[in-house]
Nanobody, 123 residues
Framework: QVQLVESGGGLVQAGGSLRLSCTGSGRTFSNYAMGWFRQAPGKEREFVSAISASSTTTYYTGSVKGRFTISRDNAKNTVYLQMNSLKPEDTAIYYC????????????????WGQGTQVTVSS
């Protein structure tokens, strides 16, 4: 059974930083691309970032480019999302997921999801 567990969320002031982690089990983690999505209250889930299985390719939505960095450690079955210069509009529940198809930016390309971690950025 595949499990993804996110951690690292919390409350931070605008301009601050957080590092999210997502640890997986039940699959050969290193075989799959991984992604981060987020969902704010009253809004649809949106793509944030993704990383290929070997870390050679990364993807970012425009609003986080230059502020967020995705990385992974396959030996630890963990993917990270370093979030800097946080803004109130980054407030959302952040989910990690395993991608088995293209395109990496589409939620439909992901088969397994974590339970999410709350990120709240105060102004």
């Amino acid at each position: 059974q595949v499990q993804l567990v996110e951690s690292g969320g919390g409350l931070v002031q605008a301009g601050g930083s957080l590092r999210l982690s997502c640890t997986g089990s039940g699959r050969t983690f290193s075989n799959y691309a991984m992604g981060w999505f987020r969902q704010a209250p009253g809004k649809e889930r949106e793509f944030v970032s993704a990383i290929s299985a070997s870390s050679t390719t990364t993807y970012y939505t425009g609003s986080v480019k230059g502020r967020f960095t995705i990385s992974r450690d396959n030996a630890k079955n963990t993917v990270y999302l370093q979030m800097n210069s946080l803004k109130p509009e980054d407030t959302a529940i952040y989910y990690c997921a395993i991608s088995t198809r293209l395109p990496r930016t589409a939620g439909s390309s992901y088969d397994y999801w974590g339970q999410g971690t709350q990120v709240t950025v105060s102004s």
